[in-house]
């Protein structure tokens, strides 16, 4: 752990850290205040209050089935360092549209929830351009023994920022919200103009600028590779878990677990904290080596912890009429520990899952096809994320509660066990036909 944590003061790797540090708070921090202003101010339905969060979802991962394939071709095409700068500087202006809407929606709730919708699918755009850098241009400027713990760092500060995010958005007001979100964008365009040039490695690649038919090609050249198949079909499943997850928990805090806004951020910054730990403690366990070894058996203790969450939730005591639960209340509640417990495992192992085939999938490939192997991964990954939020509303209209929906959620864990199990079989194979100081690499 020590080693990895040296790799925040090495030049090459501090300015990107910051860079996606400060993208990943200013993106949390704006959505779940606009989240959390919907679920308590705007609606007043269950049904509602989760349809509006799959619609902000939604809206949120179209970019990455869209614009994933042209994103991966312009990171492997250009250098990565100005592509940076310029998708930070939009971001400025992106937050000037969000902090409008969070301005405005106390005098005009659905005009500011218009304007929010729009600053989400743009934000949307731009973390579609910025996704494929942030793991492509890692083995780029890290030694490959270094590339794990790189991975590990960047997605465990990933969600360290969400955690200061999520605790931020639920103890400000929304003006307060609005100015953050402004100076953080521009702090985060400061910082991404110090990452050190990353430029082109490979041939020139030429640009398809039709979406469906530049993501059809690529995810044609990347997924008829059984490694990479896999590795992408797990981490899909896993995102599409965390969606469901995300979508579920604020409209589950009020209705089921009858508690404010407060508690509910403070389950989405257990749960940011939780998937910083595994991100860790995964490189810990694999000492530097990439390896999907320990992902099976990750997801289905994960599996186990979703079911503990819905059993303890089950009995749980909600408040009375017209009553929510605040943060000392809820945590003063019987058996509150057992919610906070199952949602921390639930996390941690969650992060354990998915780190390490995020490193395979930028150690399997040559450093030229990086970024398009990432974004070939993006454009799978919005799929199933699109799909956890379709499950979810066609849930909730069938009349489903959030409870049972949990359910579900274990069914998709056991599936991306078995994809994991698949993928480290087929490692296994390959490592077993080359030589001896090839095999570190599965």
Known sequence: MQASLRLLAHRKFLP????QFLGAFNDNLFKTAMILFATYEVFGDPQQESNFNALATGLFILPFFLLSAL?????????????????????????????TGLLVSGAYPMVGVALMLGAVFAMGIHSTFFGPIKYAVLPQHLEQEH????????????????????????????????????????????????????????????????????????ISATMHIR???????SISFFWMIATVLIIIFPPMVKNDFTATKEVASMFLA?????????????NRLLQGHVSARYAPISVVIMAAFVWFFQFASAGWMPAPDGVLYSVPDFLAAPHSWRILLALFGIAVFGGMFVVPLYAFLTTTVSKDQT???VAANNVVNSGAMVFGALV????????????????????MCFVSAFMAMRLQRACDREAGSLPARGRRAG
Not at 270 to 282: D, H
Not at 392 to 407: E, M, Q, V
């Open 16 to 19: 990107l850290f910051v860079t």
């Open 71 to 99: 994103s991966g071709q312009l990171a492997d095409n250009m250098d990565k360092a100005r592509i940076i700068r310029m998708v930070k500087l939009a971001e400025i202006f992106i937050m000037l549209v969000g902090a």
């Open 147 to 218: 590339v794990l713990g790189g991975t590990g760092l960047v997605e465990a500060g990933t969600y360290v920022a969400i955690l200061a995010g999520t605790i931020v958005a639920g103890w400000i007001s929304p003006v307060a919200a609005a100015g953050v979100v402004l100076g953080v964008a521009i702090i985060g365009y400061l910082s991404g103009r110090m990452v050190p040039p990353a430029p082109r490695l490979g041939p020139p690649v030429v640009l398809d600028f039709n979406p469906f038919r530049a993501s059809w090609r690529l």
């Open 227 to 233: 490694r990479l198949f896999l590795a992408i079909m």
């Open 270 to 282: 257990i749960f940011s904290i939780g998937v910083a730990v595994g991100s860790v403690a995964i």
């Open 371 to 373: 970024a398009r192997t």
């Open 392 to 411: 979810i509303i066609g849930a909730t209209g069938a009349g489903l509660s959030s409870r049972h929906a949990l359910l579900i959620v274990c069914g």
